[in-house]
């Protein structure tokens, strides 16, 4: 069969030309594709949207039982302006477009987000336009979600996909999913456990000087990612290069410690090292999606070093680029990662960005032997100064410290898609 681009592109580049495609290969209905020739109408009357007005209640709901069917399930497409043969189960069709149907899915978008319980985490709404007049058809992707099961707000109803049909879940197929999550996260939450001890274990000096500096540790959820080389991809490389960011008005960019970075093999993956004035760097990113990235620091006894925010900011959007690399080479732009940050040593200082002057206090210091903060949940790449905001928050909290009222830090998205699209470094570099 033709690889069909309304089910392989980003929802943004598909085309009046991929959905005749998905038609002409007379695609069934199953447990990931639904089509729906057009909205519901309410108690039997025309559905507002098409005669121009506002799309009704009762045409919402219907599109969330199938939009939560996906979540609760295996994730899939559903098609707004398709109709469907009588076959069974139905096939594509032909295109019945849905008029405005860009405004459509403009907002769609946020009242799937506003309407389920608990919100998406991740899912896509487009309106490919089909003809002259701006109608066409509507188009979700919703993946299957960690975060399951999920309900509507307005009925309390959850739904699951048998087949081709969407169908309400049961108490006990709420709680059998419920305790699937359960165990899927206590997986999850071991296997990072063990990667950051095997970290803590791997030497990183060069010399008996006492090592101080952070870890990050990122695996895909949910997926099984697998590349059998991953040297013959120079879009799966270690990323080594930060995109600057601004904080409180000033641009920074994060720098890494080494100056020349040198890739080899490791075991199902590679690294790319190198050693600098202070310290040992490295990431590592694997065959199965997961990602290391390692800055160590050399000290005496006694001494404080200084470890700025923007080391910890480095480590963070490195090890966030790599994991968007894997999800956007294996086409799953929506897979969660789950990223895990460890401090460790003692007296980790640091402060608001490298510019600030020594001689001023810091906000704050981390102390212990060993400290690990929460684990963040990577979604969409769009919501990045949102996942920083909250661990720049948790960083100052541990350190005893607030965030400062006038403190802020932004890092243009336009950015951070360049530093995604940038190969750094390939095997034996």
Request: net charge negative; aromatic share 6%.
């Amino acid at each position: 069969m033709k690889n069909l681009g309304a089910l392989t592109k980003p929802l943004a580049a598909i085309t009046k030309e991929d959905l005749l495609d998905l038609i002409a290969a007379e695609l069934t209905e199953g447990a990931t594709i639904e089509f729906k020739r057009d909205l519901s109408a309410e108690n039997g009357k025309p559905e507002p949207w098409l005669q121009g007005g506002e799309i009704s209640k009762d045409a919402k709901q219907a599109l969330f039982k199938e939009i939560l069917a996906f979540a609760n399930s295996y994730g899939g497409h559903l098609f707004v302006g398709i109709a469907e043969t009588s076959h069974k189960p139905p096939r594509a069709a032909s295109i019945t477009s849905i008029p405005r149907i860009v405004d459509l899915a403009d907002r769609l978008q946020k009242a799937i987000r506003d309407s389920i319980d608990p919100p998406l985490q991740a899912y896509d709404c487009e309106g490919v336009v089909t003809n002259d007049q701006g109608g066409g058809v509507l188009v979700i992707q919703v993946p299957p979600s960690r975060l399951a099961p999920h309900r509507s707000k307005r009925t309390c109803e959850a739904y699951r996909r048998h087949g081709e049909r969407s169908e309400p879940m049961d108490m006990r197929a709420i709680q059998d999913l419920t305790l699937l999550r359960y165990q899927s996260d206590e997986r999850f939450s071991k296997s990072i456990e063990e990667k950051h001890e095997a970290l803590l274990k791997e030497p990183t000096s060069r010399s008996d000087q006492r090592q101080i500096g952070v870890h990050c540790v990122a695996i895909p959820l949910g997926e099984r990612f697998y590349v059998p080389r991953l040297s013959a991809h120079p879009e799966l490389a270690p990323v080594t290069e930060c995109p600057p960011i601004d904080i409180s008005g000033v641009a920074i960019t994060p720098q890494r410690i080494a100056e020349e970075m040198r890739t080899m093999p490791v075991l199902r993956g590679l690294r790319r090292s190198g050693i600098g004035e202070y310290g040992v760097q490295f990431q590592e990113t694997f065959a199965d999606g997961s990602i290391h990235t390692v800055q160590s620091y050399e000290s005496l006894p006694g001494d404080r070093v200084k470890i700025t925010l923007s080391v910890y900011l480095y480590s963070l959007l490195t090890t966030a680029i790599a994991a968007h690399r894997h999800r956007s080479f294996h086409r799953a732009p929506f897979t969660e990662y789950a990223i895990s940050m460890a401090l460790y040593g003692r007296d980790l200082y640091y402060i608001t960005d490298p510019a600030r002057s020594s001689g001023r206090p810091p906000f704050g210091w981390i102390s212990e032997a060993s400290r690990r903060l929460p684990t963040y949940t990577l979604g969409s790449i769009e919501e990045i100064n949102d996942l920083i905001a909250v661990f720049i928050q948790d960083l100052f909290n541990m350190a005893g410290a607030e965030v400062p009222a006038d403190y802020r830090v932004h890092l243009d998205a336009s950015q951070i898609e360049k530093a995604i699209k940038t190969h750094n470094g390939s095997a034996g570099s």
